[in-house]
């Protein structure tokens, strides 16, 4: 789970901030400094469901933001994901909507 939390927010901040023709976004650039796998495993392991829907929230604002907001077509439907990620009231329940989100911004990506 710690590994897809990463992505959907790396996947998010690319989304928000990568300039085409300049060095893409990794995970390991400053950016991602508080969206890295190991801050993420730390919560899970704690079961910190709302910290981790913060960031996560953070993040999909911004590509929210990036898509052109919930007025369009990419944002409504990121909207309809991230709803659905931020009802999950445990982990367990948060993984089926994190795969769905990540699968989403790589094929908008």
Do not use: H, W
């Not at 982990?91 to 990506?109: E, H, R, W």
């Amino acid at each position: 789970m710690e590994t897809s939390l990463e992505t959907v927010a790396l996947f998010s901040l690319k989304l928000a901030y990568e300039e085409e023709g300049l060095s893409p976004i990794l995970r390991d650039d400053l950016v991602m400094g508080d969206y890295q796998r190991d801050v993420f495993e730390l919560l899970v392991r704690r079961d910190d469901v709302e910290t981790i829907q913060f960031k996560m929230n953070e993040c999909l604002g911004l590509a929210m933001d990036a898509l052109g907001g919930i007025e369009k077509p990419l944002g409504r439907e990121l909207n309809r994901l991230s709803v659905d990620f931020g009802q999950a009231r445990s982990v367990a329940q948060m993984n089926a909507p994190l795969l769905a989100l990540k699968s989403y911004l790589k094929d908008i990506l």
